[in-house]
C-alpha cells in the first residue's frame, strides 16, 4: 500500500484487518503516530513513515507491541522520543531488521537506543540516526569497537552533534555510504574517515564539517566515486 505524499492524518482501525499486507508507504504524509492495529500486520516487511513532508527526517510514534511484527526487515523512521519506552525497547526485538531508521535521540534515550542497536547490529545493512531537533545529540552513542559493530552495515546517516566519530565506523569493512548532517566535527574527527576501504561516496552536509581547512592524505579514499 503506497501512500506517499497523501493528505492522510491517521490510519483507520481497519488497517489491522489487512493480514498479508507486506508494504507499507507513510512518508511525507500528515501522519504523526501509528494506531495499535498496526501491529496486527504480522506479515509486514517494509514500514516506511516520516510525519512532514516539509522535514521528511521527522519520525512518526510507535505503539507497544511492535514486536509482532517479526517478518519486518524495513522500518523508518520512528521517533524515539515521543514514543514510549516500552513501545521503543520493543524493537530490538525485530532480528531480521536491515533497513532502520530512528530519531528524537537525546542523552535520555541514548541507552535505550544503544540496547537497540547492539541487539539489531547482525542484521543492519542501513542505518539513519537523528537526533531531536531541539536539545537532542548523538554524542552518548557508544563509540568503542569493543562495544558495538556492524559487521554487514553498508549505508550510515548520522543527523545531530556527535561529538567524536565512533571507532564502528572509521573502522568498518563493509561501509559503502556515510552521509552526516549537523555533526559539528573538526579535523581531528573525521581524520579517520579515510581508513574506510570500501567508501564510495561521503557526504559532509548542513555543518557536519566545522572546521577551517579539511585535509586529507594522498591516497586517501581509494574507492570514492
Known amino acids: 500500500?503506497?501512500?506517499?505524499?497523501s493528505s492522510i492524518r491517521e490510519l483507520p482501525p481497519w488497517i489491522g484487518m489487512l493480514p498479508f499486507l507486506q508494504f507499507l508507504n507513510l512518508k511525507k504524509t500528515k501522519i504523526t503516530s501509528l494506531p495499535s492495529e498496526?501491529?496486527?500486520?504480522?506479515?509486514?516487511?517494509?514500514?516506511?513513515?516520516?510525519?512532514?513532508?516539509?522535514?521528511?527526517s521527522e519520525g512518526v510514534l510507535i505503539?507497544?507491541?511492535?514486536?509482532?511484527?517479526?517478518?519486518?526487515e524495513w522500518l523508518d523512521i520512528v521517533d524515539v522520543n515521543g514514543s514510549t519506552d516500552s513501545?521503543?525497547?520493543?524493537?530490538?526485538k525485530l532480528t531480521r531488521l536491515k533497513h532502520l531508521g530512528l530519531t528524537g535521540l537525546t542523552q535520555r534515550n541514548s541507552e535505550e537506543v544503544?540496547?537497540?542497536?547492539?541487539k539489531l547490529s547482525p542484521s543492519l545493512m542501513y542505518l539513519y540516526l537523528g537526533a531531536h531537533r531541539r536539545n537532542g545529540t548523538l554524542e552518548y552513542l557508544p563509540t568503542k569497537m569493543a562495544s558495538l559493530q556492524f559487521p554487514r552495515l553498508e549505508t550510515i546517516k548520522l543527523d545531530g552533534h556527535i561529538g567524536k566519530m565512533p571507532?564502528?565506523?572509521s573502522h568498518s569493512l563493509t561501509l559503502s555510504v556515510v552521509k552526516l548532517y549537523r555533526?559539528?566535527?573538526q579535523q581531528d574527527d573525521v581524520d579517520g574517515l579515510d581508513r574506510i576501504r570500501s567508501l564510495t561516496a561521503l557526504s559532509l552536509l548542513d555543518s557536519?564539517?566545522?572546521?577551517?581547512?579539511l585535509f586529507f592524505y594522498a591516497g586517501s579514499f581509494a574507492a570514492l566515486k
Do not use: F, H, V
Request: aromatic residues 8%; charged residues 20%; proline residues 4%.
Open 1 to 5: 500500500m503506497n501512500l506517499y505524499k
Open 38 to 56: 498496526i501491529t496486527q500486520l504480522e506479515r509486514l516487511q517494509i514500514l516506511r513513515a516520516s510525519s512532514c513532508s516539509c522535514n521528511p
Open 63 to 72: 505503539p507497544k507491541g511492535m514486536e509482532n511484527l517479526a517478518d519486518i
Open 87 to 92: 513501545a521503543t525497547k520493543a524493537l530490538w
Open 114 to 118: 544503544s540496547e537497540i542497536l547492539t
Open 167 to 169: 571507532e564502528w565506523i
Open 183 to 185: 555533526t559539528n566535527l
Open 208 to 213: 557536519a564539517y566545522i572546521g577551517q581547512q
